[in-house]
Nanobody
Framework: QVRLVESGGGLVQPGGSLKLSCATS????????MGWFRQTPGKEREIVAA????????YYADSNKGRFTISRDNAGNTVYLQMNSLQPEDTAVYYC??????????????????????WGQGTQVTVSS
């Protein structure tokens, strides 16, 4: 049973920072691509950032480039999302996700939620003054 547990969400003022963590129970963590997604009411879940299995290559949604940084600790089975310069439009529930399938490509990063096999319960991030 694979478990993903997010933490680090909360209330922050515009321009502030938060660091989300996702602790996992997966075996061979380095063999999983890890993604961060977010969702607001009435909208589809969208990718925020992801880090590929083995290669560690990264992907960022255009709205997050330069503000967010995804990183992984393979020894600790944990993936992080450092979020800086937060804005009200970043308010959402943030989810961690994992997928093992890479189609033989260590740089492949799935971008759609349906491509991920495992999900955390989500953590709320609210950016407001």
């Amino acid at each position: 049973q694979v478990r993903l547990v997010e933490s680090g969400g909360g209330l922050v003022q515009p321009g502030g920072s938060l660091k989300l963590s996702c602790a996992t129970s997966v075996r061979t963590f380095s063999g999983y691509t890890m993604g961060w997604f977010r969702q607001t009411p009435g909208k589809e879940r969208e990718i925020v950032a992801a880090v590929a299995r083995i290669s560690g290559s990264t992907y960022y949604a255009d709205s997050n480039k330069g503000r967010f940084t995804i990183s992984r600790d393979n020894a600790g089975n944990t993936v992080y999302l450092q979020m800086n310069s937060l804005q009200p439009e970043d308010t959402a529930v943030y989810y961690c996700a994992a997928v093992k399938e890479g189609y033989g490509d260590i740089y492949y990063i799935p971008l759609q939620p349906v491509e991920y096999d495992y999900w955390g319960q989500g953590t709320q991030v609210t950016v407001s003054s």
